[in-house]
């Protein structure tokens, strides 16, 4: 089975700008986490689909959405970019409806310049 | 507030011998625990999990020990391998939180020396 894929893997934006990440889960997967992870504050959760609908959201300011489509594949948005937006971008897919081991893709290293 | 702490941010070891890895939490509705393995320019791999209805897990070189009481857990690897050389990621979900939501400590750098 194809992991999970990530797509871009590396992203160069200015400030100001917006970003569209894209996350393809392991086939039959239906939940889908974001993270970001930087130096300083480490792994932190974003938000998880499921089903097409958003089930947890962690505490990211609004430039930060996401979306699921039918297919399971997702997609996250950052409007605004700031510096501080700058990170590494992990998307995981898990096979169960809660609680279930999370199997993560390479990521996306967006830089904002 | 950090809900999940690794305090050891490195640690080293010689090839062969045991790899220790301590993961302090302070929520106490935590109760299912994970660890990941993080090569550089890689996403996380999962290793091992427990659940909090039991003290021990063990998978091949990997063992997963819960101390509820403490709120603290542990990873022992043995022996440890150069392969095992990477940043290691404890992490912890809620009991009341649908979903997959994960909160992750800050990680510790292992480096195992031939």
């Known amino acids: 089975k194809a992991g999970v894929t990530q797509t871009p893997r590396y992203l160069i934006k200015t400030r100001g700008q917006q970003v569209t990440l894209s996350c393809s889960p392991i086939s039959g997967h239906r939940s889908v986490s974001w993270y970001q992870q930087t130096p300083g504050q480490g792994l932190q959760f974003l938000f998880e689909?499921?089903?097409?609908?958003?089930?947890n959201k962690g505490n990211f300011p609004g430039r930060f959405s996401g979306r699921q489509f039918s297919n399971s594949r997702s997609e996250m948005n950052v409007s605004t970019l700031e510096l501080g937006d700058s990170a590494l971008y992990l998307c995981?897919?898990?096979?169960?409806?809660?609680?279930?081991?999370?199997?993560f893709g390479p990521g996306t290293r967006l830089l904002v310049l | 507030d950090q809900q999940v702490k690794q305090n050891s941010p490195s640690l080293s070891v010689q090839e062969g011998r045991i790899s220790i890895l301590n993961c302090d939490y302070t929520?106490?509705?935590?109760?299912?625990f994970l660890w990941y393995k993080k090569y550089p320019a890689e996403g996380p791999t999962f290793l091992i999990s427990?659940?909090?209805?039991?003290d021990k897990n063990e998978d091949g070189r990997f063992t997963v020990f819960l101390n509820k009481s403490a709120k603290h857990l542990s990873l022992h690897i043995v022996p440890s391998q150069p392969g095992d050389s990477a940043v290691y990621f404890c992490a912890a979900s809620e009991a009341k939180a649908a979903g997959n939501k994960l909160t992750f400590g800050g990680g510790t750098r292992v480096l195992v020396k031939p």
């Open positions: 995981a897919s898990s096979p169960v409806v809660a609680r279930g081991t999370q199997y």
């Open positions: 929520n106490s509705m935590f109760d299912y």
């Open positions: 427990i659940s909090s209805i039991k």
């Open positions: 689909y499921f089903s097409e609908t958003q089930r």
